[in-house]
């Protein structure tokens, strides 16, 4: 089959284009035809070797998939010629690919592959810190960074759509645009203003009382001076490069809190929590409630290419892999 691999790990020049054989599934995996493999910022870490468990070279990247069952397991519901997306761990950007069936979801004719492929990685994190996680209720104000990124763009509908107040941080005018259009009542421009006074002077010194981020370092900061009194902030990535950390004495006197979210390891300890997301998140989508922005559309020999949009910051939404 043909597929992108990991020659050793690297910049995105390390992404080639080969000839291997498909996956076997295990006994408890689906196979799937890929029609499309969506591309994450986690697929770049793992390219570097800077992920968690980072598999060895040589491996083919690509966490989430959609496409169409091609084997399942008798046991399982689902079946040949299902129409499904799955988290796949590794081996995405692929013809074939295997999941486990648990992370495996049947999807509806009504939504594109495309579309599909943000379902199992940024349409569940970005449902999981607004809610499983975040507790978000109508009345919160929520601050959510990166606001027309991938997880960013699917977060701000979900929020708008749960009524809460939404504000969102983005670089560009255009970014900016596109956020306050999927529902956010106000942008930030980062890259010039002071994240926290900006908050902090549109909500009277109240402050939000839920932050999404997966940025760290200086919007992690942000964030804790911008957190009202019994806030919590969502930490689930640190796109920036830089950790993000919080001296205790400044949560607890404020009633405060950090939570940690990471989707495979969530995923490993609580799965009934995080999956339990998947039915409101393919009701939202199918029903037009909330849209995923397809970025642009490449094929597996441009992967390079949209690695290196994704690290550049020079995309919307998600960026799409078609085999």
Known sequence: MRAVEVSEYGDSDVLTVTDRDAPTPSADEVAIDVAAAGVNFADIEQRRGAYPDSPSPPFVPGLAVAGTVTAAPEASDLAVGDRVAALSSTGGYAAVATAPVDRTFRIPNSIPWADATALPVQGLTAHNVLHEWGELSADDRVL???GAGG??????????TAG?????TASTAAKRELARDLGADHTI???DTDVADAVNERTDDRGVDLVVDGVGGDAFAASVDALAPVGRIVSFG?????VPTV???????????VRGYHLEHAIEHVPERVLGAVPSLLDHIA???VDVVVDRTLALADAGQA????????????VVLEP
């Open 144 to 146: 959510i960074h990166a």
């Open 151 to 160: 997880v960013g763009s699917l977060a701000v509908q979900l929020a708008a």
């Open 164 to 168: 809460a107040t939404v504000f969102a």
């Open 189 to 191: 421009d980062y890259t």
């Open 238 to 242: 640190m796109a920036s490069g830089s």
């Open 247 to 257: 001296a205790t004495p400044r949560l607890f006197f404020a009633n405060q809190s």
């Open 287 to 289: 029903t037009g409630q």
């Open 307 to 318: 690695h290196d949009a994704l690290a550049d910051r020079e995309t919307v939404g998600t």
